[in-house]
C-alpha cells in the first residue's frame, strides 16, 4: 500500500543548531514534493516544493532534498529561532494530472532557547 | 482579506445533524480543495473543484458529504446526517490556478459531533 511516513515522535534542538525533518514514502512516484509548516490551530502554511528532476532547492535557512531512488525527503532549518517551533508537513502530488496533495502526519519541532 | 477564509470557525453539532461549513477562496483562484484532518494527522484529501466544475470527489468517504462551488468562487462543505467519526477539521486551500502548485490553506472549521 502506499503510504508516507515521518516521524511521529517531536525532535527537540538547542537554538541556532540545524534541525532535520525526514519524510519517506513507499509505492508512490511523486511529481513533486512540498513541505509546510502548521501552527495550533492554523491551516498549513507553504513553504517549499521540489521536483522530481531536482536534487535540492533552498530558501533563506530552509534547504529541501529530494532523493527519487530512496524514496526520501529531507528537510532542514538551518541556525534554528524558537519562532520556528511548529509542525511540518511533507505532502506529495502524484502526476500532474491529478491535483490533490497526500500528506504525511507531520513531525513536531520544538527550538529550545 | 487576503487569505482564505472559512466560517464558522467552531462548529458543535448533534449526531444526525445537518452541517454546512464554507469557505471564501482567494480572489481569482481557480482552483479549490477541502480536506479532512483529524488529530495528530496530516490533511487528507476530499474533494477538488476548478472554478465550478467538481473535478475529483475521490476522497469524501461517503454520500454524506457534499460540496458545491456554484459560481467558482465561494464553496460549501455540507455533512448530512452527521456522526461521531466525522469529528475533524476540515480544512479549504485555494490556488491560483490549475497549474500552479502552491495551496493557500483557510484556517479550518473545527467540527465536533456529540
Known amino acids: 500500500s502506499q503510504k508516507i511516513e515521518q516521524n511521529s515522535e517531536a525532535l527537540n534542538i538547542q537554538e541556532g543548531k540545524t534541525a532535520t525533518l525526514t519524510c519517506n514514502y513507499t509505492?508512490?512516484?511523486?511529481?513533486?514534493l512540498q513541505w509546510y509548516r502548521q501552527d495550533p490551530g492554523r491551516g498549513p502554511v507553504f513553504l517549499l516544493l521540489?521536483?522530481?528532476?531536482?536534487k535540492e532547492k533552498r530558501k533563506e535557512r530552509l534547504k529541501v532534498t529530494f532523493d527519487t531512488t530512496l524514496k526520501q525527503s529531507l528537510f532542514h532549518i538551518t541556525a534554528s529561532q524558537p519562532a520556528d517551533s511548529a509542525t511540518y508537513l511533507c505532502?506529495?502530488?502524484?502526476?500532474?494530472?491529478?491535483?490533490?496533495?497526500?500528506f504525511g502526519s507531520g513531525t513536531r519541532l520544538q527550538v529550545q532557547p | 482579506g487576503a487569505g482564505v477564509s472559512q466560517s464558522p470557525r467552531y462548529k458543535v453539532a448533534k449526531r444526525g445533524q445537518d452541517v454546512a461549513l464554507r469557505c471564501d477562496p482567494i480572489?481569482?483562484?481557480?482552483?479549490l480543495f477541502w480536506y479532512q484532518q483529524a488529530l495528530g494527522q496530516g490533511p487528507e484529501f476530499l474533494t477538488y473543484?476548478?472554478?465550478?466544475?467538481?473535478?475529483?470527489k475521490s476522497g469524501l468517504p461517503s454520500d454524506r458529504f457534499f460540496a458545491e462551488r456554484p459560481e467558482g468562487s465561494v464553496s460549501t462543505l455540507k455533512i448530512q446526517r452527521t456522526q461521531q467519526e466525522d469529528s475533524a477539521v476540515y480544512l479549504c486551500?485555494?490556488?491560483?490556478?490549475?497549474?500552479?502548485?502552491?495551496?493557500?490553506f483557510g484556517p479550518g472549521t473545527r467540527l465536533t459531533v456529540l
Open positions: 509505492n508512490y512516484s511523486p511529481a513533486y
Open positions: 473543484f476548478q472554478n465550478e466544475a467538481q473535478l475529483d
Open positions: 486551500a485555494s490556488s491560483r490556478d490549475s497549474t500552479y502548485n502552491e495551496q493557500f
Open positions: 505532502a506529495l502530488r502524484m502526476d500532474t494530472g491529478r491535483r490533490a496533495l497526500t
Open positions: 480572489s481569482g483562484h481557480v482552483s
Open positions: 521540489i521536483r522530481e528532476n531536482e
